[in-house]
């Protein structure tokens, strides 16, 4: 098993950042993958980014050139820093890991923070 626990939502201006976290515990060997969700009130939960053990990254084309995942082997902790964001960012995000490189679907998730964005 693994448990994940997000941290570093809250509201913030358009325009402005924020850095989630992820804290991961557990049968870590054996994840794969690791990225964010999010899901907006009304809408499908959607996969934000994702990066892998040997550290390719992969972004969804809403939030390329904005935000960056970043992970922290040695404290076993995975990073979204999200830049210029926009009120369509609200959303709670939700950290995932898995055995697949893809985390389509995960295996693990975390209980999720949210992000308010205000225009």
């Known amino acids: 098993q693994v448990q994940l626990v997000e941290s570093g939502g809250g509201l913030v201006q358009a325009g402005g950042s924020l850095r989630l976290s992820c804290a991961a515990s557990?049968?870590?060997?054996?994840?794969?993958?690791m990225g964010w969700y999010r899901q907006a009130p009304g809408k499908e939960r959607e996969l934000v980014a994702r990066?892998?053990?040997?550290?390719?990254?992969w972004y969804g084309d809403s939030v390329k050139g904005r935000f960056t995942i970043s992970r922290d082997n040695a404290k076993n902790t995975l990073y979204l820093q999200m830049n210029s964001l926009k009120p369509e960012d609200t959303a709670m995000y939700y950290c995932?890991?898995?055995?697949?490189?893809?985390?389509?679907?995960?295996?693990?998730w975390g209980q999720g923070t949210q992000v308010t964005v205000s225009s």
């Open positions: 557990g049968s870590i060997f054996s994840i794969n993958g």
């Open positions: 995932a890991a898995g055995r697949r490189v893809t985390i389509r679907p995960p295996d693990y």
């Open positions: 990066i892998s053990s040997s550290g390719s990254t």
